[in-house]
Structures are given as C-alpha cells and as structure tokens.
C-alpha cells in the first residue's frame, strides 16, 4: 500500500515521541507489520530524516491547537457556567495554569446564549478530542488570563480608554466582542496549520475542527450585525456594535503584519460580511506565530503575554517579529 520511505516519513512526522508512533501504528492498523514489511519496523524506521526535522511534527502542530482550544473553552465554558473546564482536562506536558477572571454571562436574548451553549459543549470537546489524539504527548494548559488581556485589546481597538476596564463577561454585547476576538483567528490559525499536518488521518480531524469554528464564526459575526441596539450603557466607545467588529479588526491586523488578514462584520459601505474572504471567495490564513502575535497582544517576537501571560506549551511558542 505504502512505500518505506512514505511509512517512514508519515510516522515520525505523526507525533512527538516514539510511544505515541506506536500508538498511531495500531490506530492506523499497522500493528501486524503486513502492510509494509517487518523489516520496517527496525530502529531505523523511527529515527528522525532530514525532512522531518524541517517541519513540526504533526504532534507539535495539534499541540499548538490544543493550547487555543484550552484558551477558547475556559472562555464560554465561563460565559454560559460561571466555571471554567474541569481539573481533568487540563494535566499534561508542560508547566500546568489556571484562569485568572472569567464569571457568568447574563444573557439578554435566548438565541445567543444557545449560541454560546453549543460554542462552549463545542470548544470543551475539542479539547477532550486533542487531549485523546495525542495521548501522553499532550501538553498541560498554560496560564490562561480571561481578565488583563481583553483590557487590553480593547483598549489598543479603542473600544474603551485608556486606564478603564473591559469585562467581556460584563454583558451579552460585551461576550460577543470577545467571542468574535476569538473565532476569526481560530478559523485562520487553523486554515494556516493545515499545510502543516501530513498524517491524512490527523488532517481530516483538523479540517472538521476548522469548520466547527467557522460555523462558530458564522455565528457569532451573524449575531453581532443582527443587533440594531447601540452601545449606549455598556462602557463602550463608539456607535453599534458593527463598528466595534471593524475597530477590533483593525486592531488585529496591526499585530499580525503587514498583510490585510482581517475584515469587519460589515465592509467599507457598510453592507453585511458575515463571511471575511479575499478577492476569490477564499478565507484567510494565520501562521502559527501571527496568531501567536494576536494572543500575546505584540507585534514582535515574543514567548509570552496577553491571554497567554507564560507563553503557551509545546514546541510552537513563538510569536513573529512583525514591527
């Protein structure tokens, strides 16, 4: 079915250590070596090649994911709870943080916090499904702030000023700001990561990911140009909520280089875009360390700060140099 040289390269790029190669072999029904040959099945056929080395290995890559989706689940696990994800589902490789912030959401209107239901039983099993995909090589969640760091984005977006405070828990326009921080990027981290996965297996997982988070992009981007009701009461500058969706668009953009990645839920004449594509109806890709720029809040290389006050776990961690 496979050639050696494909078996090899597809195993030592499917994860981070030699128990966890074993573990795709028999997942993947390699286990009775009748597929390529006992013989490659010696040490060599799990020593690292060149090609290999070049790349991150799929593990790494899922890592990378995994730490977002601990970072996506705290948030509307808190929203639509008043706690973040259990105890149990946080463990792993890696220095192990808690949440600082995040409390419940008083929802004003039904619809969106069925959204956020759905988005949070969503988000936590995303995280159930990484943490079981990678197995021992599953990195711990890193410190995780829900508080400092959405001040912080807003106030560099121009949603509040300078010395006050954002709460994006505060109240139900106030979440879907912070939700929307949220979903374009996981869309476009997970669009850019995607070149980066050669296990087919793997692959397909991600893409499924992917569109749960545009479905969850769609929505929430949906639900923002849907209200008429400015931000009149909610500490916020400007005036309705489509225009905040540009400002923190804006905002992103200035952190993940020079390219024009980012678009508000409406355009330039102020006509609804609820789906954020380029000239040919294609969605935007983030490289790991832009998304990394937009959730440590910098535009310059960097390993730690905003939502991610320690850095992230794992063997992505670096944001890129972009000023």
């Known amino acids: 079915m496979f050639g050696r040289n494909q078996v090899v390269k597809m195993i030592n790029r499917s994860s981070e250590n030699q128990t966890d190669r074993r573990r795709f072999l028999r997942s993947a029904g390699l286990g009775g070596l009748g597929v390529v040959g006992a013989t490659t099945m010696s040490s060599a056929v799990f020593a690292p090649t060149a090609a290999a080395a070049e790349a991150p290995s799929d593990g790494a890559v899922l890592n990378f994911a995994l730490n977002l989706e601990y970072l996506e689940a705290q948030f509307y696990s808190y929203a639509v709870t008043g706690a973040g994800i259990p105890d149990k589902l946080t463990g792993g490789a890696g220095a192990r943080g808690g949440v600082t912030g995040g409390h419940s959401v008083r929802f004003e209107s039904k619809m969106v916090r069925q959204y956020a239901e759905e988005i949070a039983a969503d988000e936590r099993a995303h995280v159930e499904f990484l943490r079981s995909a990678l197995g021992s090589a599953a990195v711990a969640q890193p410190e995780i702030d829900l508080q400092n760091s959405f001040t912080a984005a807003a106030q560099a977006a121009g949603l509040v000023r300078s010395g006050e405070a954002f709460d994006p828990f505060a109240n139900e326009d106030n979440f879907l700001l912070a939700a929307y921080l949220f979903e374009d990027v996981g869309v476009s981290a ?12 793997y692959l397909e ?10 479905y969850h992009a769609a929505n929430i981007r949906s639900a923002l140009y849907s209200k008429d009701t400015g931000l009149l009461g909610t500490g916020l500058l400007g005036r309705d909520l489509k225009e905040a969706s540009v400002k923190l668009s804006d905002a992103r953009d200035s952190l993940d280089g ?8 409406v355009d330039e004449n102020g006509r609804a875009n609820i789906v954020p ?3 040919f109806g294609v969605t935007y890709s983030r490289s790991a360390g832009q998304v990394l720029n937009i959730v440590y809040l910098t535009n310059k290389e960097a390993t730690s700060g905003g939502f991610f006050p320690r850095g992230v776990n794992g063997e992505i961690n670096t944001s890129a140099a972009n000023g």
């Open 190 to 201: 997970y669009k850019g990561a995607a070149p980066l996965v050669s296990n087919k297996t």
């Open 258 to 265: 020079a390219d024009d990645l980012d678009q508000g839920v």
């Open 205 to 214: 997982a991600a893409a499924g990911i992917l569109a749960a988070e545009a």
């Open 277 to 279: 594509t380029d000239q």
